[in-house]
């Protein structure tokens, strides 16, 4: 059974940071990838960035420069740093996890979401 357990989100102020973080829990696979997505209330849920396991990173265009993912693959941790944030960035952010089993199936699952807001 793999869990995602998201932590990080709150209300900021325009050009202020936050920091979101994501534990996957579990056992019997390894990580392909982890990214963040988020939903804003209308919208679409967007990727924001995503980490691999051989510690690659991409970015949507619109967090690009402002918004850093780190991972700890030890850990089954990823990072969300976010930086010189907007009242566009307010959505909620979902963490999701690529996992690779030992029969070489894969598998993808997602966290709860964190609520971030942020004010002009």
């Known amino acids: 059974q793999v869990q995602l357990a998201e932590s990080g989100g709150g209300l900021v102020r325009a050009g202020g940071s936050l920091r979101l973080s994501c534990v996957v829990s579990?056992?019997?696979?390894?990580?392909?990838?982890m990214a963040w997505y988020r939903e804003a209330p209308g919208k679409q849920r967007e990727l924001v960035a995503v980490?691999?396991?051989?510690?690659?990173?991409n970015y949507g265009d619109s967090v690009k420069g402002r918004f850093t993912i780190s991972g700890d693959n030890a850990k089954k941790t990823v990072y969300l740093q976010m930086n010189s944030l907007k009242p566009e960035d307010t959505a909620v952010y979902y963490c999701?996890?690529?996992?690779?089993?030992?029969?070489?199936?894969?598998?993808?699952?997602w966290g709860q979401g964190t609520q971030v807001t942020v004010s002009s």
């Open positions: 999701k996890v690529v996992v690779q089993t030992s029969s070489q199936y894969t598998f993808q699952y």
């Open positions: 579990g056992s019997a696979f390894s990580i392909n990838a």
């Open positions: 980490f691999t396991s051989g510690g690659n990173t």
